[in-house]
């Protein structure tokens, strides 16, 4: 539905998901991966927050419709065979995950080595080490800028978490 709405998010193009903290940007991001992923296409996930074991488990809990909780609490028979399932086939995927501390250059030079890349998805925006400016409005500004260029220049779809700031809620 929301690709119906946004018309697809296509090569040379930057998409921003702005929203406040917890409200499922991260979710979003990684169902566009999974979809890119879906259609053979290489993607790249780049987050400052999450590490390669916490978005295999969403991943996992996604592909094979299970709750998250479910593997905190344990997993059932029926759970396990079901992510068992899906593992063969996320193994196979031209998924390229990074966790740490970034740049939009270390960024573009990740991207640089990555066969068939689609789309490259940041993780968020404002936790990138990029210094420009004297406010934060400025190198945001800045950053932007550079995932558009990046876009442009890749020939690829980027899109980026950027979190709202809580003191505009009334």
């Avoid at 539905?1 to 940007?25: F, N, T, Y």
């Avoid at 968020?124 to 420009?132: F, N, P, S, T």
């Avoid at 995932?147 to 950027?162: E, G, I, N, P, Y």
């Amino acid at each position: 539905k929301v690709d119906e709405l946004i018309e697809g998010l296509g090569p040379g193009q930057l998409m921003l998901v702005a929203a406040r903290p917890g409200v499922g940007k991260t979710s979003i991001l990684q169902q566009a991966a999974l979809y890119n992923l879906s259609l053979g296409h290489g993607v790249a996930f780049f987050s400052v927050e999450m590490t390669g074991e916490d978005m295999a488990k969403r991943q996992l809990s996604q592909e094979a419709r299970i709750p998250m909780r479910a593997f905190y609490q344990g997993l059932s028979e029926e759970q396990w065979a079901k992510v068992q399932g899906v593992v063969g086939t996320s193994a196979e995927a031209n998924w390229h995950f990074q966790h740490g501390g970034f740049t939009t250059l270390s960024i573009a030079n990740a991207c640089d080595c990555i066969q068939n890349l689609a789309l490259v998805v940041v993780d968020y925006v404002q936790l990138l080490e990029d210094k420009y400016g004297h406010t934060e409005n400025d190198r945001v500004g800045y950053i932007s800028r550079q995932l558009k260029l990046l876009a442009q220049m890749r020939d690829v779809a980027v899109m980026a978490a950027s979190q709202l700031n809580r003191g505009l809620e009334f």
